[in-house]
C-alpha cells in the first residue's frame, strides 16, 4: 500500500512538470454582429470547412449562428482576424490555461476507477469460487458489466490525458448575430434614468419685437427604455444683449415638453462602446412662449446628431448639436440647438 502511494505521488509530479511545459488551453470567445447575417454566416461556414476542426457544438437561428470547436493554432489565429471582415467584433476575449490541474485530476480519477475495477474483480473471483445459484449469477453478470463501463472510462480518460500532455489545445466560441432591426419583435426593455440637459438656442432669423436671438435654459430629461425613449420639460429664458433694447411683448421665456427617441448607427459605435458612441435622434412635442402681455402655445420638433461621451451601466454623459423646427412663427423662430446631458441610473 504504502509502495503504491509513494507511486502514484510520484507519477502526479512528472504529470504536472510535464504538464506546466506542453499542456495549455487557449480559447477565443468572440461575439460578433453583422448587418449582412446570412452572407457573413456563409463565410464563416465556408471558412470553417476549409480548416482541419473539430465541431463540438453547432446552433442555427434565424438571427443568430452559434459554434463551438477545437482547431489547429495556425487556424486558430487566422480565424482571430478573419472574424473582423464579416461583422463588428464587440467581444473578443483570449484566455490561456495550463491543463496541470486538469492533467493531475484525470490521473486521479483513473487511480479511482482502477481500484473500483480491482473491487468488483475481486467480487467476481469470490463469486466464482462459491456454489452456483440464481443469485450468485445474477450478482457476477452485473460485475462483469461495471467493470466494462469502468474499462470505458479508463479508456477515455487515457485519451483525454495523451491529448492533454501531448500538444497545446485551442478552441475557439463564435456568436454571430444578426444586427439588423428585427421589426417583428415587441420586446421593449425599460430603464429608469432620471437626468438634466443643458439647453441653448441659436435663432436664425429672430423678428426684434418677438424673439431674442438666443435662449438657455434647463430641462429635466427621463430615459425610460435601453432604445433611448425619454420625456423631457424644460425652461429656456433669452440671454439678453446689452445693445437690445427690453420690449414687453418680446417672448422672453419658452417652456418646452416633448417625447424623443435616440438611434444608434450601424457602423460607429452601436452604442456598445464605452466611449463616443454615435447617434441620431428626434424629439417632438410643443413650446409654451410667454411675454408679459402675451402667450402662445404650439408644437414643435427638433431634429438630432449626438455623441455619447460617456456610457456604463450606471451613467449616460452625451451631447448633440440639432435643427429646431417650430410649428408657428416658423420663419421667425427656428434655428440651431445644442445640448449636454446627463443621466443616471435610479
Known sequence: ??????????????KFSFAQKKG?????DANVYTTYFESSKNKLKNFLKSK??????QSERSRNFFVKLYLEKEDFFELDTFLMSIGYLSKKEINTVNNAN????????????????KSYQDEINNISNKKTTE????????????????????????????????KNIYKAIINLDDDTED?????VSFVNMPGASFDILFIENPEKNLFAEVYQGFSLRYL????????????????????MENDSSRYSEILTFAFGQDFY?????????????????YNIGGLFLTAENRKKLTASMNLFIGLELFKNQYIIIDNKIGYFIPFSYNRNLRGITYNFSFNFVF
Open 52 to 57: 482541419d476542426i473539430i465541431i463540438l457544438s
Open 265 to 281: 448607427t450601424r457602423h460607429f459605435g452601436r452604442g456598445k462602446n464605452k466611449f463616443l458612441n454615435l447617434y441620431s435622434g
Open 1 to 14: 500500500m504504502k509502495k503504491n502511494i509513494i507511486s502514484l505521488l510520484l507519477i502526479l509530479f512528472f
Open 135 to 166: 443469485k450468485n449469477e445474477q450478482r457476477y453478470y452485473s460485475y462483469l458489466d461495471q467493470v466494462w463501463h469502468i474499462d470505458k472510462q479508463i479508456f477515455k480518460l487515457n485519451l483525454d490525458l495523451k491529448a492533454f500532455e501531448q
Open 224 to 243: 425610460f427604455t435601453k432604445g433611448k425613449s425619454y420625456g423631457l420639460f424644460g425652461v429656456m429664458r433669452e440671454v439678453n444683449d446689452s445693445k
Open 183 to 187: 421589426l417583428t419583435s415587441k420586446k
Open 24 to 28: 495549455f488551453i487557449t480559447t477565443l
Open 102 to 117: 486538469i492533467i493531475s485530476k484525470k490521473i486521479l480519477e483513473i487511480e479511482y476507477l482502477e481500484n473500483s475495477k
